[in-house]
């Protein structure tokens, strides 16, 4: 069931989204070679913790890090451990903080030192298709019409977008109504209304989209070992532009 945020949550959850991106900030700096994926993890726990929020998902359906820290060819939910950081690595971190009972939710994935051209193209690509989507999240509109703007700005490059991982809403839970594919068509799905929380999230693999879980139960790839970008803002739908959550102050 989808749920109507009133002004008042909204205000917590831009709490919450605030808080996200400014771990997001300090990661800028933070993510270089020869940092370990669980320092990245203590180091966004600490910031979270210090602005009076808690990490969303630590313990979240047993998921044992604070953020998920996922390297190269791990698309999401790769669990932090003793994994250091090579010149050229791309990492995804996925921060979520939960502020008097409502999260924000938001990933980005970062170049390690100097990557290569066609690695920094797939970068700018999927941070560009997450802002297309956001382009469509207006009153009126429809979840398919963000979920074809994704998909057909990705597929433009010859990227694809798995089907089985979307963005969703989000409020007093990480993980709420409705889903948010990445791939679909215009015109359909649920409508967008004011009040309205997601988190969109366009996850982009430079070869074919089939996923597959590793041996951890958690960390996703898809079946080419390929390389794979993530972004994701939480937003709300207001009267008019949608209102990001999650960004930097």
């Not at 994935?109 to 989507?133: F, H, M, N, S």
Request: net charge negative.
């Amino acid at each position: 069931m989808i749920t109507l945020k009133s002004s008042r949550e909204i205000e917590l959850m831009d709490k919450a989204g605030s808080v996200v991106g400014l771990v997001h900030k300090h990661l800028k700096e933070f993510i270089k070679p020869g940092v370990s994926t669980l320092q990245i993890d203590r180091f966004c726990e600490q910031i979270i913790r210090d602005c009076g929020c808690t990490p969303s998902f630590k313990n979240l359906y047993g998921f044992p890090g604070a953020v998920c820290t996922s390297v190269n060819e791990v698309l999401v939910h790769g669990i932090p451990d003793h994994t250091i950081l090579k010149e050229g690595d791309i990492i995804t971190v996925d921060v979520g903080a939960c502020y008097k009972g409502y999260h924000g939710d938001s990933g980005w994935t970062y170049a390690v030192g100097e990557v290569k051209p066609e690695v920094r193209k797939l970068l700018e690509v999927t941070e560009q298709a997450l802002y297309k989507g956001l382009e469509q999240a207006i009153p009126g509109n429809r979840i398919g019409d963000i979920s074809n703007a994704i998909q057909t700005y990705v597929e433009s490059f010859g990227y694809s977008t798995p089907i089985e991982y979307t963005g969703h809403g989000i409020g007093r839970k990480v993980h709420e109504d409705p889903n948010v594919p990445n791939v679909g068509k215009p015109h359909t799905l649920e409508l967008l209304k004011p009040g309205m929380c997601i988190a969109v999230e366009p996850m982009v693999f430079m070869g074919k989209p089939h996923c597959v879980t590793l041996s951890d139960g958690w960390a996703v790839v898809n079946k080419e070992r390929s390389l794979s970008a993530h972004y994701e803002h939480s937003i709300a739908i207001t009267q008019g532009e949608c209102k990001i959550l999650t960004k930097e102050d």
